[in-house]
């Protein structure tokens, strides 16, 4: 699995190394460590960590790796290497002193199995993801730790950084002196026997900026932390709630690379659950989920999909993750899918009496968030479904209420009771499409009439039919005078052969020329 210089300064970036020759877009497949004094080998696709040579001293080790087959090379030093870098061809980082090497390639190479693992099927999800997206959502600097005090991922430092931050991370574990403050003041007391959220307050002559913090757990094991450094902004609004959903997104992502023999990942099992291909049982039993315990799905989709497939795919994950997080803080045992163009919330255990109010407010947050980081989206929620089984009905009924809102564009949350008519109309003018023993040769004979005659009977006659055979509602409609809509109205009978004056054709004619305009517009 290949990852882009761009993505492994993403992760790993600041405050460890920067791209100083080549383009982001390098892709590595793994790193290694060149010694001037070793034997050179093959290097190919790797980013090659050039050690015991500093600055310009560096340039005969770039030329090296670079003919060996090096995608990028590593050096320390304010003045790099950078023209023998351009004249090889290869990409070049400038790496900070005060970082260690051995500390930075393993970093790498876990930054490089992350990626891989993301990519499979195996669960292991990308934490330095989901650390990004945290900060978005929270509005401050992220850090992942395990039970150990170690740092596995962060978000990238968009923002200004504290001594704490700093240390944490060029040291990858909490520094000794900083842990045993936060003893003292009794946080990991308090984030190891709960899911509280704790705030750590300023304090500015040691170097800490305000901060939350909350423990990743598993039950009751307790397998890290999640900490958000506040920059020079205050926190957003739902800064905490965001940082509980996160946590808990993150201990399913601790608790797979421990090994749990047997977990496939929500990524395979959910969309598997949504399609009908795997078993209820079977995801309530990985996911600790209650079976027979009523569920509600909601569906996002992007409003305007990008001409380009690779930014719609981005914006696709990045929807998938805010909808995690957000889904998660409302209830643990949300589950978060992707089919298709489409990013599915199964939220279990929904109080039928909140339901409406507390997904709508759910659903509007998330599309605002989305809003300001640039993407429009749309959410649809459907029905409570009685049990976990039947969540390929709630999840067809939410694809019908956005269905419905790709009619009704500037919606951007909507509920099956908010567009029922709608709803129902489409699944009916469906069912009349994929039956073409129920179409009616006299609508056809219209349509074929204003295609070959450029008239616009069709729109005139729905437009009769909208207003309840009012001729002046559907004239203003129209933008045309009366007289000429009774004109079309005489002309369309003529041609079809309709009956207006009989309830249930003139009903059956409606239905027609809307799924007409549909086949035109």
């Known amino acids: 699995m290949n990852t882009s210089l761009g993505q492994l300064l993403i992760a790993v970036g600041e405050p460890f190394m920067e791209l100083t020759a080549g383009s982001a877009d390098t892709a590595v497949r793994g790193v290694a ?5 070793d034997e050179l080998g093959s290097y190919s696709g790797e980013l090659v960590l050039v050690i015991g040579a500093r600055g310009r001293e560096a340039a005969r ?3 090296l790796a670079a003919r060996a087959g090096a995608a990028a090379v590593a050096v320390k030093g304010p003045d790099g290497p950078r023209a023998a870098a351009e004249d090889a061809g290869i990409a070049l980082l400038t790496v900070r002193p005060r970082v260690r090497w051995d500390q930075l390639q393993v970093l790498v190479r876990e930054v490089l199995e992350g990626a891989a693992l993301a990519a499979s099927d195996d669960g292991y999800g990308d934490l330095f993801g989901l650390a990004q997206t945290t900060a978005l959502l929270t509005g401050g600097n992220v850090s992942i730790e395990d039970a150990g005090n170690r740092v596995v991922a962060y978000s990238r430092s968009d923002d200004e950084i504290d001594e704490l931050r700093r240390l944490t991370i060029l040291g990858w574990e909490g520094p000794e002196q900083y842990l045993s403050l936060l003893r003292k003041w009794g946080v990991y007391q308090r984030v190891r026997s709960s899911e509280e959220v704790v705030r750590v307050e300023e304090r500015p002559e040691l170097g800490i900026r305000p901060r939350l913090v909350v423990g990743i757990r598993a039950g009751s094991q307790h397998l890290g932390t999640m900490w958000v450094q506040q920059g020079s902004h205050p926190f957003a609004e739902r800064a905490e709630s965001a940082l509980l959903g996160a946590a808990r997104l993150a201990a399913v992502h601790l608790v797979r690379r421990r090994g749990s023999p047997g977990l ?4 395979d099992l959910v969309p598997g659950l949504l399609d009908g291909q795997v ?5 309530a039993g990985q996911s600790g989920l209650d079976p027979a315990a009523p569920v509600i799905v909601v569906a996002f989709a ?3 999909a990008e001409h380009d497939r690779s930014e719609h795919e981005l914006h696709q994950l990045e929807i998938a993750n805010v909808v995690s997080v957000h889904a998660s803080s409302y209830r643990r045992g949300a589950l978060v899918g992707t089919i298709g163009a489409r990013v599915y919330a199964v939220l279990p255990e929904v109080p039928p009496d909140e339901a409406e109010a507390a997904l709508t ?4 947050h998330v599309v605002g968030v989305l809003a300001r980081a640039g993407m429009r989206a749309q959410a649809g929620i459907g029905s409570p479904a009685p049990s976990l089984a039947s969540v390929t009905a709630a999840r067809a009924e939410a694809d019908r209420v956005l269905d ?5 564009p500037d919606t951007d949350v909507a509920t099956i009771g908010d567009l029922r008519g709608e709803v129902l109309l489409g699944a009916t003018l469906n069912l009349i499409e994929a039956t073409p023993d129920l179409r009616d040769p006299a609508v056809a004979a219209l349509v074929a009439h204003d295609a070959k005659h450029g008239s616009e009977l069709v729109t005139s006659l729905l437009a009769y039919l909208d207003a309840l055979g009012d001729v002046r509602a559907a004239a203003a409609r129209l933008h045309i005078h009366p007289n000429t809509v009774r004109h079309r109205i ?4 003529a041609v079809s052969g309709i009956e207006l004056a009989d309830p249930r054709e003139r009903l059956f004619c409606h239905l027609q020329l809307l799924l007409a305009l549909r086949w035109t517009s």
């Open 361 to 364: 407010t759910l659903a509007r």
């Open 490 to 493: 005489r002309r369309a009978v």
């Open 279 to 283: 078993s209820a049982d079977l995801v």
């Open 302 to 304: 992007q409003r305007d």
């Open 61 to 63: 080790s770039v030329r």
């Open 264 to 267: 496939r990942s929500r990524e």
């Open 33 to 37: 460590i060149l010694d001037p004094d």
């Open 404 to 408: 419905a809102m790709a009619r009704t």
